[in-house]
């Protein structure tokens, strides 16, 4: 671990017993994706055990179905528990890097549980489908036909529709922002877009790409062109790629410090920015790709509380201004 970056004392803890689970499970290098699939998972359920706070008591979770871009998609909703009518509601991508990661991983689950408890924010985690198999913007199109099921099903469901936005963690948040994108364009206007550890390109963005690999564990980004389907918008897995930002969503930016995608979502931030689009962005310092997971660490525990602070003020309707553009380098 020498060449890694100067990282706490529970980060590196987590990388190394992350590097012991991994030699463990068979699949992780498979070539069969399913195969690999399921060491992402068993792996991100072990460290979760270890690493992640249980999901606190006080929310409801409840399991629904959506409208998918094919057929209807599973999701899972986390309301608190003394919620009574129409709330603001934000539908949620989990991570996985595109061709993994699943609403039932137990860090999911435990986060999701957390951020609708302490933000009052509704939050709807959907299962989109997954590459190789379903090549984006499969995942896209699923977003985008969930959240006009939300619309559509508002009361059932207990949706603010005048409080509906958008949010995801890594590969999520580049699903999250490419659904915003679409959504501008159809007319059909987000209070806000949440964008946790974002790859918001296809290529590397900045220095940070190859300086924090290693940290974070990723091999690159190469898989992509398996996973990306040819002739479809660059915008629907490049965000940051996209010919026109303006008249976004207002967007929350989370950024890891040490994480190689740090810069592309830096440069996303300053591009919307640059666009006329409210914009607060959050770097995370001493964190990398994967460490707001770890949140039996204080430093965690910081990012979380930051994020339900800013979910809060986002989707509050009572607000008369809407966000403000600013950068906060914290931990």
Avoid: K
């Avoid at 499970?25 to 055990?49: F, I, M, N």
């Amino acid at each position: 671990m020498s060449d890694l970056p100067p990282l706490s004392s529970p980060v590196l803890d987590w990388i190394r017993r992350a590097e012991e689970l991994s030699e463990s499970l068979p699949g992780t290098g498979s070539a069969d994706v399913v195969a690999r699939r399921r060491a992402a998972r068993e792996l991100s359920d072990r460290l979760a055990l270890e690493f992640t706070d249980p999901a606190p008591a006080g929310v409801d979770v409840d399991e629904l179905h959506l409208a998918g871009g094919d057929d209807p998609r599973r999701a899972r909703r986390f309301r608190s528990s003394g919620a009574v009518g129409p709330q603001p509601t934000m539908l949620w991508l989990h991570g996985g890097g595109w061709i993994g990661g699943t609403i039932d991983e137990i860090v999911n689950e435990r986060i999701c549980a957390d951020r609708a408890l302490r933000s009052g924010v509704q939050i709807i985690s959907l299962e989109y489908r997954l590459a190789p198999e379903h090549p984006f913007p499969a995942a896209v199109d699923d977003a985008v036909a969930a959240l006009a099921d939300l619309r559509a099903r508002a009361d059932e469901i207990g949706v603010d529709i005048a409080a509906l936005g958008i949010g995801g963690n890594s590969a999520g948040a580049t699903i999250a922002a490419s659904a915003a994108l679409r959504e501008r364009d159809a007319d059909r206007p987000l209070i806000h877009q949440a964008l946790e550890v974002l790859p918001a390109a296809l290529r590397p963005a900045g220095e940070s790409f190859d300086r924090y690999r290693r940290a974070s564990g990723m091999i690159g980004a190469e898989h992509l062109a398996d996973v990306y389907r040819a002739g479809a918008p660059l915008s629907a897995a490049s965000p940051l790629d996209a010919p026109d930002h303006r008249g976004l969503a207002p967007a929350l930016i989370f950024a890891a410090e040490f994480d190689p995608l740090r810069d592309g979502a830096v440069a996303y931030a300053r591009a919307l920015e640059a666009a006329g689009v409210p914009v607060v962005l959050h770097i995370g310092e001493g964190h990398v790709h994967g460490s707001p997971g770890i949140t039996t660490w204080q430093g965690a525990r910081d990012w979380h509380d930051l994020f339900a602070a800013e979910l809060t003020a986002a989707y509050s309707v009572a607000a008369a201004d809407p966000i403000t553009t600013r950068t906060v380098w914290r931990r």
